[in-house]
Structures are given as structure tokens and as C-alpha cells.
């Protein structure tokens, strides 16, 4: 069983800045992906970042420039810093990992997500 647990979210002023942190726990061989997406009430999921076991960075056009991937693979974490924020910006982040299980099996797993809210 794999587990996410996101934390960091909260209430910002526009033009601020807010960073997100999640954790990865169970039965894992090995990440080969961690990423972050999020969700606003009425509308479609959409990415935010994702980062390679390599390092690799991909951002959704929306926040390019402005949020920053990162990752800790020995302590199994994932970091997303915001600046620049802006009300739209505001919702529900979630963490996301696609992992290799012992028994050679390829699995995604989602966290339960964090409130991110950002006042004009």
C-alpha cells in the first residue's frame, strides 16, 4: 500500500509565496515520478508540475515561471514552491507518484490533498 500525505497549504496574499510538501510511505522499490495537480470547485482537474526520477521538470503553462518542483528521493519527499500567487490559483493541490512496487508492478497514487487559498 502506497501513501501520500500532503501538508503546507493554506491562506496567502496575492504576490505571495506558499510551498507544499509531500510525503511518500509503504512498500516501495523506487519512485520514477512525483508530481502535483490541482482542482477548484466546478472545474476539471488540471497539472501543476511533475519531476523525474532524473530531475526532469514539466509545469503547466498556467503557473510556468512561477512554481518550482523539487524532490528529496532519500527522504522520499516532494516539494512544490508557489510565488507570484493569484486567486486563481486558489484550490485543492494534490500530490500524485507513480512508484515500482517489490513485486515489479508499476503503481500511481494520489494524497488526499491540501487547501491552498489565495486572497486579492
Known amino acids: 500500500q502506497v501513501q501520500l500525505v500532503e501538508s503546507g497549504g493554506g491562506l496567502v496574499q496575492a504576490g505571495g509565496s506558499l510551498s507544499l510538501s509531500c510525503a511518500v510511505s509503504g512498500a516501495i522499490f523506487k519512485i520514477r515520478e512525483m508530481g502535483w495537480c490541482r482542482q477548484a470547485p466546478g472545474k476539471q482537474r488540471e497539472l501543476v508540475a511533475t519531476?523525474?526520477?532524473?530531475?526532469?521538470?514539466n509545469y503547466g503553462d498556467s503557473v510556468k515561471g512561477r512554481f518550482f518542483i523539487s524532490k528529496d528521493k532519500t527522504l522520499k519527499l516532494a516539494y512544490l514552491q508557489m510565488t507570484s500567487l493569484k486567486p486563481e490559483d486558489t484550490a485543492v493541490y494534490y500530490c500524485?507518484?507513480?512508484?515500482?512496487?517489490?513485486?515489479?508492478?508499476?503503481?500511481?497514487?494520489w494524497g488526499q490533498g491540501t487547501q491552498v487559498t489565495v486572497s486579492s
Open positions: 500524485n507518484a507513480t512508484v515500482l512496487t517489490f513485486s515489479g508492478f508499476e503503481i500511481g497514487s
Open positions: 519531476i523525474t526520477g532524473g530531475g526532469a521538470a
